[in-house]
Antibody
């Protein structure tokens, strides 16, 4: 069974940092592309960033508003992906989902972890 | 890149068919067949429902079907059931930045 389990969310002050983890099982993680997608309260889905597999150079791409503040990484030995978020602001408040994607769709999703940025 | 446009809400009675539109431009929806659809129940993670405009992943009911004409993709739910009440999102997932639709709330009357 494919599983993606996010953790690390919580309440953080503006300007603070947080590191989310996405622990996976049930699929060949080393070959997988992983994206992070977020959903602000009462709002729609917003793609945040993606990391390709090692064979594709572990290329990272980001949504413009988070570029330079967010960093996606992966540990293939632990089947885990990470989202390091720095310089957080109130607009980053959302549920963050990690997803196992193909080139053109998001076929498996984690349950999400809530990040709240507030003073 | 702007979000794809979906109607805010669509409703139907049990057993009826409804269609949700997803309108983009000739640069996204109109230029390829990489449109996917996701269902999201309240408080739950999205679920993958349709890929490459009209293909269904294993396990998804054949009551769900997808199509595309020009710059508009569509998701049709046939034989509407109470469990279909949820939010639905399309995605033009050609390349980054991936762009989702604005979302449609489906209500079963």
């Amino acid at each position: 069974e494919v599983q993606l389990v996010e953790s690390g969310g919580g309440l953080v002050k503006p300007g603070g940092s947080l590191r989310l983890s996405c622990a996976t099982s049930g699929f060949p993680f080393t070959d997988a592309w992983i994206s992070w997608v977020r959903q602000a309260p009462g709002k729609g889905l917003e793609w945040v960033g993606r990391i390709k597999n090692k064979g594709s150079g572990e290329t990272r791409d980001y949504l413009a508003p988070v570029k330079g503040r967010f960093t996606i990484s992966r540990d293939d030995s632990e089947n885990t992906a990470y989202l390091q978020m720095n310089s957080l602001n109130t607009e980053d408040t959302a549920v963050y989902y990690c997803t196992w994607q193909s080139m053109h769709d998001f076929h498996h999703w984690g349950q999400g972890t809530l990040v709240s940025v507030s003073s | 890149q702007s979000a794809l446009t979906q109607p805010a809400s669509v409703s139907g009675s049990p057993g009826q068919s409804i269609t949700i539109s997803c309108t983009g431009t000739s640069s996204d929806v109109g230029s390829n067949n990489f449109v996917s659809w996701y269902q999201q129940h309240p408080g739950k993670a999205p679920k993958f429902m349709i890929y490459e405009v009209s293909k269904r992943p294993s396990g998804v009911s054949n009551r769900f079907s997808g199509s595309k004409s020009g710059n508009t993709a569509s998701l049709t739910i046939s034989g509407l059931q109470a469990e279909d009440e949820a939010d639905y999102y399309c995605c033009s997932c050609v390349d980054t930045p991936y762009v989702f639709g604005t979302g449609t709330k489906v209500t079963v009357l």
